[in-house]
């Protein structure tokens, strides 16, 4: 469990997306994708993968719980940039346009609204595909729902 959350806090993952993030100001989309897959994917997979750890899960639910979160992770990570743009700031729980005060490139700059929601909804679906196969009660596929509609 230790390597698990070492690997997901550590240089290969949200510390080293902290520091594309602070050093070299992400532009692109491929850039910030890469930065949010760092930093939020790998915490959300941290969580996942020590969940498959301590219930004896092999290298299959690994995989699966890695993909989950990687995708869930964007979802969460998109909406959280328009929400930032078009949320209600009470509910949001931080001041709306923090991220473009504080001059980063969201991928609202770079989707736009509409194209966010789309990849909103192909990164949820992706991450249900991702555990399909072991989420019997749905609710993994509920959880990636919720969060790809919530408001706050």
């Known amino acids: 469990c230790g390597r698990i959350l070492a690997a997901a806090s550590g240089a290969d993952g ?12 992400p532009r692109t989309e491929a850039e910030v994708t890469e930065v949010h897959r760092l930093k939020t994917g790998a915490m959300i997979a ?10 004896g899960g092999g290298e299959d639910l690994m995989a699966a719980a890695r993909g989950y979160a990687q995708e869930l992770g964007l979802a969460f990570q998109i909406r959280d940039d328009m929400l930032d743009v078009c949320g ?12 473009a005060e504080e001059g980063k490139v969201t991928f609202v700059d770079l989707l736009g609204l509409e194209g ?20 019997a009660d749905g ?7 919720s969060l790809a509609e919530r408001n706050k």
């Open 88 to 99: 209600d700031q009470d509910a949001f729980g931080k001041p709306i346009g923090s991220d």
């Open 46 to 55: 941290g969580a996942c993968c020590l969940g498959v750890a301590a219930a």
């Open 14 to 25: 949200m510390v080293a997306g902290q520091v594309l993030d602070t050093l070299h100001a």
């Open 116 to 135: 966010c929601g789309r990849a909103v909804r192909a990164h949820t679906e992706a991450a249900k595909a991702a555990v399909a196969d072991f989420d």
């Open 139 to 145: 609710f993994l596929a509920a959880l990636a729902d």
